[in-house]
C-alpha cells in the first residue's frame, strides 16, 4: 500500500501531521515540535527509498499515479518523478525534516507555526510530483498562503512590508502561469492539462503563441528563481523570515522557478525555448554579477547570503540556456547544490544571531578564538559557496562554465568574474567576523549545541561527498536531462 502510492504518501503525509497538531494542546510545545519531526521524517525516510529503487536507466515516467480528478475538465490527480524531479524531493523532504529542529527556538504560537510549515510541505513536494498542470498550479498556490504567514508572524521587525512584497510578487507570477495554462489548455482538442500530453503535441502552437506564452511563463518561474529586475523581494522576505524559513526559500522555493522552466516551458515550448535562450544566458550573467557585488556590499550576513543566492541562481540560468549536456547537467546539479549549501549559510546565520542578536559583519572580530567548531562549519559553508574544488558547488559551476563556453563564449567569460567576486567576499567576511582580535563583548558566547550540530552535519557531509564522488546525484539526471535536450533541439 505504502509503496504502490508512494509520492501520495510523500507528499501528503506532512499534510496529515498537520491535522494532527491541530488537535494537540496548545501549550504542549514540545508534542508539537516531536509530532512536527516525526510527520516530516516519514516523506525523508520514502523520498530515500525513492532514490534507492529509481530506474537511472530509463527516461520513462516513474511511480506513476493517475486518476480522474475533475473528470468534466479532463482533470486529473497525475503525479510522477524523473531523473529531475527526484531531486528536487529528495532535497525538500531533507530541508523540511531539518527545518523543523531549526524551529526549535520558536516560542510564540507554537501549533499555528509547525502547522503551517507541514502544509507549506506538501504544497513544495507537490509542485516537484504533479504531472497534471492544475495540480501543479495548485501546489504552487498551495505554497503561498503558509508562507505569507510565516514571514509576516514569526519573522523580524519589518515582516508585514517582506510578507506583502513576496505575496504581491508571487502573485502576480501566479496569475501569468494561470493565463498561460487556460491559453495551452484551449489549444489542445480535447481540452487537457495533462503535461506529457503537452509535450507530445507542441506542432498545435504557432510561432506567436510560443513566445508569448513562453515569455509570460518565464515571467512567472523568473520571479521565483528570482532573475533580475525580479529579485527584489528576496532580500526584503530572508532578513524578515525565521532562520527556518529563510532555509525554505533559498534551498526549496527559489528552485521551483528553474525546476519549472525544465518540467514546463522546455519541453512544451521548444521553439520559443531556442528563441529565448540568448536573453536568458544574458539574465543568468547579470544576476552572476549583479547579485555577487551586491552581496560584497553588504553589512547585514543574512542580506549577504540573500544577494549570495541570487548570484548562483544565475549560474542555473546560464546553463539552462546552452541546452549542452554538460550545461543542463551543471544547472540541475548547481540547484541541488545550491540547496544544501545556502541552507547551511542560513541555519549559521540563524546560530550567531540566536547569540549576539545582529547580525552586522563589522560588529564581530576574531569569533574564531570563541567558536572554534562554529568556524569550522562556517568555513566550510562559505568554501562550498565559493566552488572550492572538493565541495559540490565546484563540480556544477564548472559543468555550467563547461557546457556554456562553447555556445555562450563572452558571456561564459564574464560569468567567471562572478567566481572571482564570490571568493573575495566570502574571504573578506571571514576576515572580519572571525580572524583578528576577540570584540571583547563576545568572550562569553558558547559555541554550537547538539541541536544545531544535528541540522547542519548532515549538510557539511552532503557538500563534502558530492564534491568527492557527485556520480550518484549525476546518474539520477543524466537521461530524462538527455530527453529534455532532445525536446528542445526537436524544434
Not at 556590499?297 to 549577504?304: E, M, N, V, Y
Not at 564548472?398 to 574571504?427: D, E, Q
Request: with cysteine; hydrophobic share 55%; aromatic share 16%.
Amino acid at each position: 500500500m505504502m509503496t504502490s502510492h508512494l509520492l501520495s504518501w510523500i507528499t501528503f503525509f506532512p499534510l496529515i501531521g498537520m491535522v494532527v497538531v491541530l488537535f494537540l494542546p496548545r501549550d504542549r510545545h514540545n508534542w508539537i515540535r516531536w509530532t512536527s519531526a516525526a510527520a516530516s521524517a516519514v516523506p525523508l525516510a520514502l523520498s530515500i527509498w525513492l532514490f534507492g529503487n529509481f530506474d537511472k536507466a530509463t527516461t520513462a515516467l516513474q511511480f506513476v499515479e493517475r486518476v480522474d480528478w475533475i473528470p468534466r475538465f479532463n482533470i486529473e490527480y497525475f503525479v510522477a518523478v524523473d531523473g529531475i524531479s527526484a531531486p528536487m524531493i529528495i532535497l525538500t523532504a531533507l530541508l523540511s525534516f531539518i527545518c523543523m529542529f531549526a524551529s526549535w527556538g520558536i516560542n510564540r504560537m507554537v501549533k499555528g507555526y509547525y502547522a503551517l510549515f507541514l502544509l507549506l510541505e506538501t504544497g513544495m513536494l507537490g509542485v516537484f510530483c504533479a504531472l497534471d498542470f492544475f495540480l501543479f498550479f495548485v501546489f504552487w498556490e498551495v505554497m503561498l498562503l503558509p508562507m505569507y504567514f510565516l514571514i509576516g508572524i514569526w519573522g523580524g521587525p519589518r515582516r508585514e512590508y517582506a510578507a506583502i512584497k513576496f505575496f504581491l510578487y508571487t502573485l502576480i507570477g501566479s496569475v501569468l502561469m494561470l493565463l498561460c495554462m487556460l491559453a495551452l489548455y484551449l489549444h489542445q482538442d480535447p481540452h487537457t492539462f495533462d503535461m506529457t500530453r503537452l509535450w507530445a503535441d507542441t506542432s498545435l502552437y504557432g510561432r506567436s503563441f510560443q513566445l508569448i506564452v513562453f515569455a509570460g511563463l518565464f515571467i512567472a518561474f523568473a520571479i521565483k528563481i528570482p532573475v533580475f529586475p525580479f529579485h527584489t523581494w528576496l532580500p526584503d522576505a530572508h532578513v524578515e523570515a525565521p532562520t527556518a524559513i529563510s532555509v525554505i526559500l533559498a534551498g526549496v522555493l527559489l528552485k521551483m522557478g528553474t525546476y519549472g522552466i525544465f518540467r514546463v516551458s522546455y519541453p512544451i515550448l521548444p521553439m520559443a525555448t531556442q528563441y529565448f535562450a540568448v536573453p536568458m544566458a544574458v539574465l543568468g550573467v547579470i544576476n552572476i554579477i549583479y547579485g555577487a557585488l551586491c552581496a560584497m556590499a553588504q553589512k547585514d550576513l543574512k542580506k549577504l547570503v540573500a544577494y549570495s543566492s541570487i548570484s548562483h541562481m544565475g549560474y542555473c540560468l546560464l546553463g539552462m540556456a546552452a541546452f549542452t549536456t554538460a550545461g543542463m547537467t551543471g544547472s540541475l546539479f548547481q540547484m541541488f547544490n545550491h540547496g544544501t549549501t545556502t541552507a547551511m549559510l542560513f541555519l549559521l546565520v540563524g546560530v550567531i544571531y540566536d547569540r549576539a542578536h545582529h547580525r552586522d559583519i563589522e560588529g564581530f572580530g576574531g569569533l574564531a578564538h570563541q567558536m572554534p567548531v562554529y568556524t569550522a562549519i562556517v568555513m566550510i559553508a562559505f568554501f562550498a559557496s565559493l566552488g572550492l574544488p572538493g565541495m559540490s558547488s565546484f563540480i556544477s559551476e564548472a559543468l555550467v562554465l563547461l557546457g556554456a563556453f562553447p555556445v555562450f563564449k563572452t558571456l561564459t567569460i564574464i560569468a567567471v568574474i562572478g567566481i572571482v567576486i564570490t571568493a573575495a567576499y566570502w574571504l573578506w567576511t571571514l576576515q572580519r567576523m572571525f580572524l583578528g582580535t576577540l570584540n571583547e563583548k563576545y568572550k562569553t558566547l558558547q559555541d554550537m549545541n547538539g541541536r544545531e550540530l544535528f541540522t547542519l552535519i548532515p549538510l557539511a557531509a552532503i557538500v563534502i561527498f558530492l564534491g568527492i564522488f557527485p556520480m550518484p546525484v549525476l546518474d539520477l539526471m543524466n537521461r530524462s536531462l538527455g530527453w529534455v535536450i532532445a525536446m528542445v533541439q526537436r524544434s
